[in-house]
Protein backbone atom coordinates (compact mmCIF):
# COMPACT_ATOMS: atom_id res chain seq x y z
CA UNK A 1 0.00 0.00 0.00
CA UNK A 2 0.94 3.01 -1.08
CA UNK A 3 1.99 5.98 1.53
CA UNK A 4 -0.97 8.94 1.38
CA UNK A 5 1.22 11.94 0.63
CA UNK A 6 -1.12 14.12 3.26
CA UNK A 7 0.88 17.26 2.61
CA UNK A 8 0.58 17.48 -1.09
CA UNK A 9 -3.66 17.06 -0.58
CA UNK A 10 -3.82 19.57 2.16
CA UNK A 11 -2.05 21.72 -0.13
CA UNK A 12 -4.11 21.22 -2.99
CA UNK A 13 -7.25 21.63 -1.36
CA UNK A 14 -5.69 24.68 0.39
CA UNK A 15 -4.91 25.86 -3.18
CA UNK A 16 -8.36 25.01 -4.08
CA UNK A 17 -9.78 26.67 -1.67
CA UNK A 18 -8.06 29.98 -1.92
CA UNK A 19 -8.73 30.14 -6.06
CA UNK A 20 -12.52 29.96 -4.93
CA UNK A 21 -12.27 32.92 -2.36
CA UNK A 22 -10.16 34.42 -4.28
CA UNK A 23 -12.49 33.99 -7.65
CA UNK A 24 -15.60 35.45 -5.76
CA UNK A 25 -14.40 38.01 -4.29
CA UNK A 26 -13.50 39.20 -7.50
CA UNK A 27 -16.87 38.56 -8.43
CA UNK A 28 -18.18 40.45 -5.65
CA UNK A 29 -16.12 43.22 -6.44
CA UNK A 30 -17.30 43.62 -10.01
CA UNK A 31 -20.92 43.65 -8.54
CA UNK A 32 -20.17 46.00 -5.99
CA UNK A 33 -18.76 48.11 -9.05
CA UNK A 34 -21.63 47.63 -10.98
CA UNK A 35 -23.95 48.94 -8.28
CA UNK A 36 -21.86 51.77 -7.55
CA UNK A 37 -21.63 52.93 -10.99
CA UNK A 38 -25.51 52.52 -11.18
CA UNK A 39 -25.98 54.55 -8.17
CA UNK A 40 -24.22 57.02 -9.46
CA UNK A 41 -26.39 57.18 -12.58
CA UNK A 42 -29.75 57.39 -10.42
CA UNK A 43 -28.44 60.29 -8.40
CA UNK A 44 -27.13 61.92 -11.25
CA UNK A 45 -30.68 61.78 -12.83
CA UNK A 46 -32.65 62.71 -9.65
CA UNK A 47 -29.84 65.88 -9.93
CA UNK A 48 -30.82 66.88 -12.98
CA UNK A 49 -34.52 66.44 -12.03
CA UNK A 50 -34.18 68.56 -8.90
CA UNK A 51 -32.10 71.14 -11.26
CA UNK A 52 -35.01 71.07 -13.83
CA UNK A 53 -37.60 71.64 -10.80
CA UNK A 54 -36.10 74.46 -9.39
CA UNK A 55 -36.81 77.30 -11.46
CA UNK A 56 -39.92 75.60 -12.30
CA UNK A 57 -41.14 75.68 -8.84
CA UNK A 58 -39.70 79.98 -8.81
CA UNK A 59 -42.17 79.94 -11.60
CA UNK A 60 -45.25 78.04 -10.33
CA UNK A 61 -44.75 80.57 -7.43
CA UNK A 62 -45.23 83.18 -9.20
CA UNK A 63 -48.48 82.47 -10.74
CA UNK A 64 -49.89 81.20 -7.65
CA UNK A 65 -48.86 84.22 -5.66
CA UNK A 66 -50.69 86.97 -8.40
CA UNK A 67 -54.11 84.68 -8.21
CA UNK A 68 -53.44 85.27 -4.36
CA UNK A 69 -53.10 88.96 -5.08
CA UNK A 70 -56.58 88.92 -7.12
CA UNK A 71 -58.25 87.10 -4.28
CA UNK A 72 -57.38 89.57 -1.93
CA UNK A 73 -58.80 92.63 -4.11
CA UNK A 74 -61.82 90.20 -4.78
CA UNK A 75 -62.43 89.69 -0.66
CA UNK A 76 -61.48 93.43 -0.04
CA UNK A 77 -64.33 94.06 -2.62
CA UNK A 78 -66.95 92.33 -1.14
CA UNK A 79 -66.06 93.18 2.19
CA UNK A 80 -66.30 97.00 0.97
CA UNK A 81 -63.36 97.95 1.89
CA UNK A 82 -62.59 99.09 -1.83
CA UNK A 83 -65.32 101.29 -3.63
CA UNK A 84 -63.78 101.15 -6.96
CA UNK A 85 -65.68 98.00 -8.34
CA UNK A 86 -64.63 98.98 -11.59
CA UNK A 87 -61.87 96.37 -11.94
CA UNK A 88 -64.30 93.25 -9.92
CA UNK A 89 -64.45 91.17 -13.34
CA UNK A 90 -60.84 91.72 -13.58
CA UNK A 91 -59.67 90.68 -10.87
CA UNK A 92 -62.58 87.78 -10.20
CA UNK A 93 -61.03 85.96 -13.20
CA UNK A 94 -57.25 86.29 -12.87
CA UNK A 95 -58.75 85.04 -8.95
CA UNK A 96 -61.21 82.35 -10.24
CA UNK A 97 -60.80 81.24 -13.68
CA UNK A 98 -56.68 81.37 -13.54
CA UNK A 99 -54.82 78.39 -13.07
CA UNK A 100 -51.10 76.74 -13.42
CA UNK A 101 -49.61 73.67 -14.71
CA UNK A 102 -47.84 71.59 -12.40
CA UNK A 103 -44.97 69.49 -14.39
CA UNK A 104 -42.47 68.37 -12.35
CA UNK A 105 -40.20 65.20 -12.47
CA UNK A 106 -40.49 61.89 -10.63
CA UNK A 107 -39.16 59.51 -13.33
CA UNK A 108 -36.47 58.51 -11.68
CA UNK A 109 -38.08 58.01 -8.09
CA UNK A 110 -40.80 56.33 -10.40
CA UNK A 111 -38.56 54.12 -11.95
CA UNK A 112 -36.63 52.95 -8.62
CA UNK A 113 -39.67 52.53 -7.11
CA UNK A 114 -41.43 50.16 -8.84
CA UNK A 115 -38.34 47.94 -9.58
CA UNK A 116 -37.94 48.08 -5.69
CA UNK A 117 -34.55 48.73 -6.62
CA UNK A 118 -34.55 52.06 -4.41
CA UNK A 119 -32.28 50.00 -1.79
CA UNK A 120 -29.38 51.02 -4.59
CA UNK A 121 -29.07 54.40 -2.48
CA UNK A 122 -26.54 53.31 0.07
CA UNK A 123 -26.95 56.43 2.05
CA UNK A 124 -29.46 55.99 4.09
CA UNK A 125 -30.74 59.39 4.85
CA UNK A 126 -30.46 60.37 1.49
CA UNK A 127 -32.46 57.20 0.34
CA UNK A 128 -35.67 58.49 2.92
CA UNK A 129 -34.68 62.35 1.54
CA UNK A 130 -35.82 61.54 -1.58
CA UNK A 131 -38.40 59.49 -0.80
CA UNK A 132 -39.83 62.40 1.44
CA UNK A 133 -39.42 64.62 -1.52
CA UNK A 134 -41.21 62.92 -3.89
CA UNK A 135 -43.96 62.25 -1.15
CA UNK A 136 -44.21 66.46 -1.39
CA UNK A 137 -45.05 65.94 -5.16
CA UNK A 138 -47.31 63.46 -4.64
CA UNK A 139 -48.90 65.81 -2.08
CA UNK A 140 -49.28 69.05 -4.59
CA UNK A 141 -50.76 66.53 -7.19
CA UNK A 142 -53.76 66.05 -4.77
CA UNK A 143 -54.04 69.39 -4.03
CA UNK A 144 -53.94 70.62 -7.82
CA UNK A 145 -56.23 67.87 -8.55
CA UNK A 146 -59.17 68.88 -6.32
CA UNK A 147 -58.16 72.65 -8.04
CA UNK A 148 -58.69 71.67 -11.07
CA UNK A 149 -61.95 69.91 -10.32
CA UNK A 150 -63.51 72.94 -8.67
CA UNK A 151 -62.50 75.29 -11.54
CA UNK A 152 -63.92 72.56 -13.84
CA UNK A 153 -67.23 71.64 -12.39
CA UNK A 154 -67.78 74.70 -10.04
CA UNK A 155 -66.19 77.80 -11.24
CA UNK A 156 -66.82 77.14 -14.98
CA UNK A 157 -70.67 76.40 -14.13
CA UNK A 158 -70.87 80.12 -12.33
CA UNK A 159 -68.75 81.19 -16.13
CA UNK A 160 -72.60 82.43 -17.59
CA UNK A 161 -73.67 84.59 -14.84
CA UNK A 162 -70.02 85.95 -14.27
CA UNK A 163 -70.22 87.28 -17.40
CA UNK A 164 -73.67 88.71 -17.85
CA UNK A 165 -74.15 89.75 -14.26
CA UNK A 166 -73.24 92.95 -12.94
CA UNK A 167 -70.04 94.24 -10.66
CA UNK A 168 -73.22 95.02 -7.89
CA UNK A 169 -74.83 92.31 -8.44
CA UNK A 170 -71.77 90.12 -8.17
CA UNK A 171 -70.82 91.61 -5.02
CA UNK A 172 -74.08 90.28 -3.13
CA UNK A 173 -73.78 86.83 -4.87
CA UNK A 174 -73.35 84.52 -2.18
CA UNK A 175 -72.03 81.85 -4.56
CA UNK A 176 -69.43 83.88 -5.28
CA UNK A 177 -68.39 84.06 -1.62
CA UNK A 178 -68.22 80.16 -1.71
CA UNK A 179 -66.42 80.17 -4.97
CA UNK A 180 -63.89 82.86 -3.88
CA UNK A 181 -63.39 81.08 0.10
CA UNK A 182 -62.91 77.46 -1.36
CA UNK A 183 -59.83 79.06 -4.22
CA UNK A 184 -58.55 80.91 -1.16
CA UNK A 185 -58.03 77.75 0.89
CA UNK A 186 -56.68 75.95 -2.35
CA UNK A 187 -54.61 78.15 -3.14
CA UNK A 188 -52.80 79.28 0.26
CA UNK A 189 -52.20 75.41 0.69
CA UNK A 190 -50.62 75.52 -2.69
CA UNK A 191 -48.15 78.12 -1.54
CA UNK A 192 -47.65 76.68 1.20
CA UNK A 193 -46.86 73.39 0.27
CA UNK A 194 -44.95 74.68 -3.04
CA UNK A 195 -42.74 77.02 -0.86
CA UNK A 196 -41.87 73.98 1.70
CA UNK A 197 -41.27 71.79 -2.21
CA UNK A 198 -38.44 73.89 -2.84
CA UNK A 199 -37.16 74.18 0.13
CA UNK A 200 -36.93 70.56 0.41
CA UNK A 201 -35.66 70.72 -3.12
CA UNK A 202 -32.51 72.64 -2.14
CA UNK A 203 -31.54 70.76 0.35
CA UNK A 204 -31.69 67.48 -1.67
CA UNK A 205 -29.92 68.89 -4.71
CA UNK A 206 -27.06 69.96 -1.89
CA UNK A 207 -27.10 66.32 -0.43
CA UNK A 208 -26.77 64.59 -3.73
CA UNK A 209 -23.98 66.94 -4.68
CA UNK A 210 -22.07 65.81 -1.68
CA UNK A 211 -22.46 62.34 -2.25
CA UNK A 212 -21.92 62.78 -5.53
Not at 17 to 28: E, H, M, N, Y
Not at 79 to 88: A, E, P, T, W, Y
Request: aromatic share 8%; glycine share 4%.
Amino acid sequence: MKDIKWLNHVIELVIVILGISVAFSIDKYSENRKEQKRELIFLESFLDEINDDIPKLDTILIKIGNIDQSLHKVTNLIRGQNQNIDSLKEYIGSAIYSVYAQDLKTATFESLQSSGSLDIIENFELRKEIINYNGLIEDLEFIKDWDFKHHNEESLEYLPKFISASNHDLLTDPKLYALTGVRIFLIKTSISRYKGLKEKALELKKLIEEEL
